[in-house]
């Protein structure tokens, strides 16, 4: 159910507070029932995917507007710089990253909606950069830290005054939503840690149960966010797609033709705000748009500038808290049901084995330990936590049947039953009880911590 958006009616106006150095000049959306509040961001430059080399999208300055009752002003006229903003689920603050100086890193802040002359409240303290955050269930925040030069998804317990790592692979992580089931939204590459395109996964909020939200990899996906009827909506190397319950696979979206920048916010009407641009050499406008419809209406363009991030200033459903099942323990455990079940064919009993490899402080992969694969392809691993690994599928004579191509990490005291390899988060399991379990309930040592290799399966 959409939670029901402050409807204002919107005018013509010039603004003259912006960036520095030029004066924005806005066009109009159009005044109705249905002409929520909202805020952006405004940026003489944005690179959507510079988070990918751990370098910033707003590398020369920018600024969020708010379109209210009162026409369109600067959410944090003092900060230097201010982009990425996110509303609470009451609508009445924003989250945002933000620079009081030109020279300052950036840090995640919050501002009120609804007092006269609000003050911004730092959240953050980062030592490199702090960006991209959401509204977590129970006063707590997520967003993407800096750290070593590459982003790492990071929880914030504001009550507690305790923050959380939740990514653990190699490479860039960015989170994009908080889906209505608890889980964050985010965006890395593929493989998962590796050098390729930019890709959707999630992850609960205490950084277990990582996967990718769909399996039919290739195409460009980032920016995505989940619009009232549960899909996600993002940009994709096509234009614009969606994941929905219906389909294992991306769907297309027929859009006009162009460029989208993602983040798209829906209306109570069923409207879309879009930031899209006609070819890579022009700046993104924002755009208004009913989805089936052939052409796109005009809510904020500025002539060399970008307007991006649409955010309804609204009230809206909190998502479900994740209650954390994780151990105090020092490793997790990980049961395979059957590695022949994945999108990768393997001959019916040519699996003899497993290995299991983290990386080293140099990046080099490290064997932690190999274990063997029963008849139906079941396994069972105690592996190394809060760090990246990676499996190795082998046959009898110790060749490599698939190894993976990117990175994965479990938890500390996380105990997670997938149910093949690459099988895919939408395919269910067989109603059978592995053999690797009733052969024995102890599971492999693959934490690096023992000398002893298991024998192979079989």
């Known amino acids: 159910m959409r939670a029901r958006p402050i409807a204002v009616g919107l005018c013509s106006l010039v603004v003259m507070a912006g960036i520095s150095g030029f004066a924005p000049l806005f066009s109009v959306l159009s005044s109705g029932p249905d002409s929520p509040a909202f805020v952006f961001t405004v940026a003489k430059r944005y690179e959507p995917l510079a988070w990918m080399r751990g370098a910033d999208r707003f590398s020369s300055g920018a600024n969020i507007f708010l379109q209210d009752a009162s026409g369109r002003h600067p959410l944090i006229p003092g900060f230097a710089a201010s982009a990425d903003p996110t509303v609470s689920f009451d609508g009445k603050s924003v989250l945002f990253a933000g620079k009081q100086k030109t020279e300052d890193h950036w840090q995640i802040w919050e501002v009120a909606l609804d007092v006269t002359t609000p003050a911004p409240r730092r959240v953050t303290s980062c030592t490199e950069?702090?960006?991209?955050?959401?509204?977590?269930?129970?006063?707590?925040?997520?967003?993407?830290?800096?750290?070593?030069?590459?982003?790492?998804?990071?929880?914030?317990?504001?009550?507690?005054?305790?923050?959380?790592?939740?990514?653990y692979g190699p490479g860039?992580?960015?989170?994009?939503?908080?889906?209505?089931?608890?889980?964050?939204l985010f965006e890395a590459t593929y493989p998962l840690g590796g050098h390729g395109t930019p890709e959707l996964y999630t992850v609960y909020s205490d950084g277990s149960g990582v996967e990718s939200y769909r399996c039919d990899h290739g195409q460009a996906r980032y920016s995505g966010r989940q619009i009232g009827s549960g899909d996600i909506v993002f940009t994709s190397s096509s234009g614009l797609g969606r994941f929905t319950s219906a389909r294992a696979q991306e769907v297309h979206i027929a859009a006009p033709a162009g460029e989208y920048a993602g983040d798209a916010a829906e209306t109570l009407s069923g409207d879309w705000l879009l930031a899209w641009r006609p070819d890579a050499k022009s700046d993104f406008q924002l755009k208004r748009w009913k989805p089936g419809e052939g052409s796109l209406s005009s809510v904020a363009e500025e002539q060399g500038a970008n307007v991006v991030q649409p955010t309804l200033v609204t009230r809206r459903t909190a998502p479900k808290r994740h209650p954390s099942g994780l151990h105090d323990w020092s490793y997790a455990n990980l049961l395979c049901l059957n590695a022949y079940t994945s999108k990768y064919k393997f001959a019916a009993g040519s699996i003899h084995s497993v290995r299991l490899y983290t990386r080293d402080r140099t990046g080099t992969a490290k064997l932690l330990g190999e274990a063997p694969v029963e008849r139906d392809g079941s396994f069972f691993l105690q592996v190394a936590a809060d760090q990246p690994l990676q499996i190795e599928l082998l046959d009898n004579s110790g060749k490599t049947l698939k190894r993976q191509g990117g990175w994965f990490w479990m938890r500390r005291g996380e105990q997670r039953a997938c149910v093949g390899c690459h099988a895919g988060p939408e395919t269910a399991p067989e109603n059978a009880v592995p053999m690797i379990l009733l052969k024995s309930t102890t599971p492999a040592d693959m934490t690096g911590t023992s000398t002893r290799v298991s024998s192979g399966g079989h």
């Open 172 to 184: 860039n992580f960015l989170p994009t939503d908080v889906l209505l089931d608890g889980r964050i």
């Open 129 to 167: 950069d702090c960006v991209r955050p959401f509204y977590l269930p129970g006063d707590r925040v997520v967003y993407a830290k800096k750290t070593g030069g590459r982003f790492v998804v990071e929880a914030a317990d504001r009550t507690a005054g305790k923050t959380l790592q939740l990514t």
